[in-house]
């Protein structure tokens, strides 16, 4: 009976801790509201008071990157021309979600110059965070663009430039919030981060170049060898 009720009680905790897991997911979700529309206080309390979670961040960066897939897709042609059947999915992702790690991590590398004090942690949840109004916007965007006529589509095109100016100012916003600067300081470290950014780059393209070099010599002379045996 000990045993039993020792198994439920686990059972029970455990259901509880799952309970509790969800909830705070979903109240982080949730709170990606609160950030978008007073972003001072959101940016703040998103870190230092523990209202972001991770799995709220990735689930973000995951909407966005299929936000950006689907209006490749499915917007209509009138406003965006794209071969549909030359569309590679995971290609179109990785190339937004590979520069935004490159500057999530290139913020990270420079906050050692800047006596910044986020860390690398804090500058992924925040520019995650920052990606909430694009989905917002442009996801009933892709509806809509199928309903405009040509010559409404300034509408479209306003409603698709508002998305994109307000994810800049979040995420400016949300860096200067995490590293404690003020908007000057902020903008010189935006444009190192992207000289930052850049440098990366060029070190992984020249490393995967020196790599990719280095296994063509040793295959052809694993052939040269092996013809000469033979």
């Known amino acids: 009976m000990s045993l039993a009720k020792s198994a439920g009680n686990q059972a029970s905790v ?26 001072f206080d959101g940016f703040w309390d998103l870190i230092h008071e523990k209202r972001g ?15 950006r897939v689907l209006k ?33 991590l290139a913020n990270w590398a420079m906050t050692t110059l800047f006596d910044g004090k986020g860390r690398f942690r804090d500058i992924y949840m925040a520019m995650c965070y920052a990606l909430v109004p694009y989905v917002l916007i442009q996801l009933p965007l892709i509806l809509v663009s199928n309903i405009l006529t040509f010559e409404e589509g300034s509408f479209y095109h306003v ?19 995490v590293h404690d600067y003020g908007p000057g300081k902020t903008v010189i470290f935006l444009l190192v981060t ?3 950014a850049l440098v990366i780059i060029f070190l992984l393209l020249t490393f995967f170049s020196l790599l990719s070099d280095a296994a063509s010599y ?8 092996v013809f000469r045996l033979n």
């Open 72 to 104: 490749l897709m499915l917007t209509s042609f009138q406003f965006i021309s794209v071969p549909i059947q030359y569309i590679n999915v995971f290609e179109q992702m990785a190339s937004l979600a590979f520069p935004f790690i490159i500057l999530c």
């Open 218 to 225: 040793f295959i052809s002379m694993y052939r040269e060898i």
């Open 53 to 67: 979670t991770l799995a709220a961040a990735h689930t973000f960066l995951l909407l966005f990157l299929v936000t």
């Open 14 to 39: 455990r259901s509880e801790q799952r309970s509790a897991g969800w909830a705070r997911y979903t109240d982080s979700l949730r709170y990606g509201l609160h950030v978008i529309t007073h972003p």
């Open 159 to 177: 409603l698709m430039s508002f998305s994109i100016i307000w994810c800049v100012f979040l995420a400016f916003t949300g860096l200067m919030e």
């Open 194 to 196: 992207v000289v930052g």
